[in-house]
């Protein structure tokens, strides 16, 4: 059985940092090209972040970039999310996701993905 956890979220002031993590289980997450998406009520999940199973490369939102960091560990079967310079607009729901075949062009869509976890609620106030 599959099963991603976040962990991390909570309530900051913008300005603020957070580091999210994304522990799997009931896979080898090398193997498994890892996502962070958002989502806040009546919209759609938006990509964040996502580093790819082989050799790490990395992608991000343009609403993120320089400020969000996506790592691995591939001995903890653990991703993280550092977050930096939090702003209002971040605030959402972040769920990580990992999918084994995913391919360049298909990186931002959240239906490509085969396993999620529940998700973190991230709070930034101003």
């Known amino acids: 059985q599959v099963k991603l956890v976040e962990s991390g979220g909570g309530l900051v002031q913008a300005g603020d940092s957070l580091r999210l993590s994304c522990v799997v289980s009931?896979?080898?997450?090398?193997?498994?090209?890892v996502a962070w998406f958002r989502q806040t009520p009546g919209k759609e999940r938006e990509f964040v972040a996502a580093i790819f199973r082989s050799g790490g490369n990395t992608y991000y939102a343009d609403s993120v970039k320089a400020r969000f960091t996506i790592s691995r560990d591939n001995a903890k079967n653990t991703a993280y999310l550092q977050m930096n310079n939090l702003k209002p607009e971040d605030t959402a729901v972040y769920y990580c996701?990992?999918?084994?075949?995913?391919?360049?062009?298909?990186?931002?869509?959240?239906?490509?993905?085969?396993?999620w976890g529940q998700g973190t609620q991230v709070t930034v106030s101003s």
């Open positions: 009931g896979r080898t997450l090398r193997d498994y090209t």
């Open positions: 996701a990992i999918d084994r075949q995913l391919i360049l062009s298909s990186v931002r869509r959240f239906d490509q993905y085969d396993f």
